[in-house]
């Protein structure tokens, strides 16, 4: 069996079955030329089937360990397949510190068409064997979380899951499969913006999802040909060569985040660091049992909540904008950009602070980062 840095090379569809090019090629086509009538090919409309794109959802099965891997055009796109298999009535349990787009999704969307849900914080275990119904179907949530990286236990939540006949849904996009695979730790469905680390150069938005059961494997598949929210071949290509780079740049990422993370827990303008690499962290025991790497996102608070308007302003290399997972550094305000959606009082009651600042490390020299964040400190501080 392969290791995962072949496989993201060699893995899956690697060359093209037709010319022997080592590179899949972009089939930028709508449709395929049939044999017949009534003998259709392997592929007969984009939409519902695609070379390039087969060649990436053949991959991300392969990584996490699926048995079908399924390309949309945007994580949320992959969210609202994968939701789609719920009917009215079903209620889902979401931890509370999800992605503030998904919880919109739920909540001002699907909830209209009968679905129901609770908001948990997964770390208490007991609180969310509390809120399992007769209908509930699923539980969603993410490890590490975005924002609080909170690093949720996969396999007993799983257990737990299990126990009242309901699914497990994991997004994976802040560990990718190079750090975390939680198919192999029970889940039923893992999903990810692809638009983050698999991409890894913030030039494609995208998503994917895999299972490892044949039976959500087929209704995905029918989801994803019936809503039609798929990924281009373009796009499809650009995720392929992404993924290529995958383990060298999760290492770099990783490396960096854990030297910002240190320096930002020794600063004393910051009043708290969120990163599971750290000892305190109260994440970092399951992160170092369920996880192979830390990975490369760290959020902190500033001490002077004034700060964080100045403070995000005068940094040079790190950029300000939402997003992550890019070579490129970025940070954000989840308060007022990736959790804007999430109303004041729900973000309060999750943690999610005005203070709170996000930084997604790219895989620039470490110490031209931390100069950067210093350089801001002492502006803003001065
Ligand atoms: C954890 C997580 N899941 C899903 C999404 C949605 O992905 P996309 O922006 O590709 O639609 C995001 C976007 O930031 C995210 O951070």
Do not use: C
């Not at 150069?201 to 029918?222: C, M, P, R, Y």
């Not at 910051?270 to 399951?286: A, C, I, N, R, T």
């Not at 049992?289 to 964080?308: C, H, N, R, T, Y």
């Amino acid at each position: 069996m392969p290791q995962l840095k072949t496989k993201v090379i060699h893995g899956a569809v690697s060359t093209d079955q037709v010319t022997g090019s080592v590179v899949t090629p972009i089939y930028q086509t709508s449709t395929f030329l049939q044999n017949g009538l009534g003998s259709p090919k392997e592929y007969e409309y984009t939409r519902l089937g695609n070379p390039t794109r087969h060649a990436l959802e053949a991959l991300i099965a392969e990584l996490e360990g699926g048995v079908r891997g399924f390309a949309f055009a945007s994580g949320m796109a992959g969210i609202h397949a994968v939701l789609s298999l719920f009917k009215p009535g079903d209620h889902l349990i979401l931890a509370d510190d999800i992605y503030g787009g998904t919880f919109r999704l739920v909540d001002e969307i699907l909830s209209k068409s009968g679905l129901t849900y609770d908001l948990v914080d997964f770390s208490d275990l007991s609180v969310l064997t509390e809120k399992f119904k007769p209908e509930t179907v699923a539980v969603y949530f993410e490890s590490p979380s975005n924002p609080l990286l909170k690093i949720h236990d996969i396999a007993q939540i799983v257990a737990l899951a299990k126990s009242h006949g309901a699914l497990t849904v994991v997004d994976n996009t802040f560990a990718t499969p190079y750090f975390q695979r939680p198919l192999e730790l029970g889940a039923d469905i893992v999903l990810h913006s692809g638009t983050k680390y698999l991409g890894g150069h913030s030039d494609v938005i995208s998503g994917l999802v895999t299972t490892n059961s044949e039976k959500l494997a087929d209704h995905i598949g029918f989801l994803q040909n019936s809503i039609g929210s798929v990924l281009g071949p373009n796009d499809s290509w650009l995720v392929l060569r992404g993924i290529k780079t995958l383990a060298l740049r999760m290492e770099a990422h990783a490396a960096n985040a854990k030297k910002l993370a240190l320096f930002l827990d020794a600063s004393p303008y910051v009043s708290k660091v969120y990163f599971p690499g750290l000892k305190q962290d109260p994440g970092h025991e399951l992160a170092k049992k369920q996880m192979d790497g830390f990975g490369g996102m760290i959020s902190f608070e500033l001490a002077d909540e004034s700060k964080v308007k100045p403070f995000v302003e005068s940094l040079k290399y790190i950029l300000l904008a939402e997003s992550l997972g890019g070579v490129e550094s970025l940070i954000e305000v989840p308060s007022v950009m990736t959790h804007a959606s999430v109303p004041k009082a729900l973000r309060e009651k999750a943690g999610i602070k005005d203070s709170l600042i996000r930084l997604s490390v790219g895989i620039e020299d470490a110490t031209d980062l931390i100069a950067d964040l210093s350089a801001a400190f002492e502006k803003v501080n001065a």
